[in-house]
């Protein structure tokens, strides 16, 4: 299905993302190597050790201590969280931080898999492209006066990690 950005952005907004952001792409058939998933395992593990700057769309995943120390310390993402490429490696993606982002895998990661597949015959498609390592739908966002008290807590756990890691350097 060939889509123009206006439908592109529709389709997101019918799928309760329409806030995300997408980019146009002109897929490049690319031959991927049978070693990728050794090196998308490494990069995963270097994606979640660099989220300690993302503390406030973190504490936004619903996540409990143990599960968001686990995922900054690079040791296992949550149940219900998805890594994703921005440009699909078979679409001439690279094996780059910048090229991934992370979003809850439902419903948002299988929307994004329904988009994505529906456009595989276009010439040019539409991807999905956060601004944020993590997306986080702007419905979801929406708070209360009062601050965020897991924000809070996440980010001195977060400063605390990051002070430690630069005093073991």
């Not at 690279?94 to 595989?120: G, H, V, W, Y």
């Not at 924000?151 to 430690?164: E, F, K, Y």
């Amino acid at each position: 299905m060939q889509l123009t950005r206006e439908s592109a952005e529709q389709r997101l907004h019918d799928f309760n993302m329409g806030d995300m952001p997408v980019m146009e792409l002109r897929p490049t058939p690319t031959v991927v190597t049978s070693d990728w998933f050794t090196k998308y395992k490494k990069l995963c593990h270097e994606f979640t050790q660099s989220l300690t700057d993302s503390v406030d769309e973190l504490a936004l995943m619903n996540l409990t201590t143990d599960e968001f120390m686990g995922l900054i310390m690079g040791h296992a993402v949550p149940q219900n969280l998805s890594i994703r490429f921005r440009v699909p490696l078979t679409w001439g993606g690279k094996l780059e931080l910048d090229n991934l982002f992370m979003c809850n895998t439902f419903p948002n990661s299988q929307r994004l898999d329904e988009f994505i597949i529906a456009q595989s015959d276009a010439q040019t498609v539409w991807l999905p492209n956060p601004s944020r390592k993590i997306y986080v739908p702007g419905h979801n966002i929406a708070g209360a006066d009062g601050g965020n008290a897991t924000s809070d807590r996440l980010s001195q756990i977060a400063a605390q990690i990051v002070a430690a890691r630069s005093m073991g350097q």
